[in-house]
């Protein structure tokens, strides 16, 4: 199930658009493969931390604080900021 979950993330239309942007800055294969050791245990960190909160946390996360990882993503897809 969290397979299939996972796979469902991976095609998400801002997902594949955070990838692309990330793939289309590197003008070399080996420049985007130095960058996946960095960007995969940041997002997953990330992602973590929010999941964590929601799941051990006392209160429930209001939804605009559980949008907020994908505000900032959505937001650094048209900055240029690596």
């Known amino acids: ?23 289309a800055r590197r ?13 995969g245990p940041g997002y997953t960190l990330t992602m973590f931390v929010f999941a964590s909160r929601e799941i051990m946390g006392p209160q429930c996360v209001g939804a605009r604080v559980m949008l907020q990882p994908e505000v900032s993503a959505r937001g650094s897809l048209g900055t240029g900021a690596d």
């Open 1 to 23: 199930m969290g397979y299939l979950l996972a796979m469902q993330h991976a095609l998400d239309a801002e997902h594949v658009a955070a990838v692309c942007s990330i793939a």
């Open 27 to 39: 003008t070399h294969v080996d420049d985007a493969v130095k960058h996946a050791p960095i960007w």
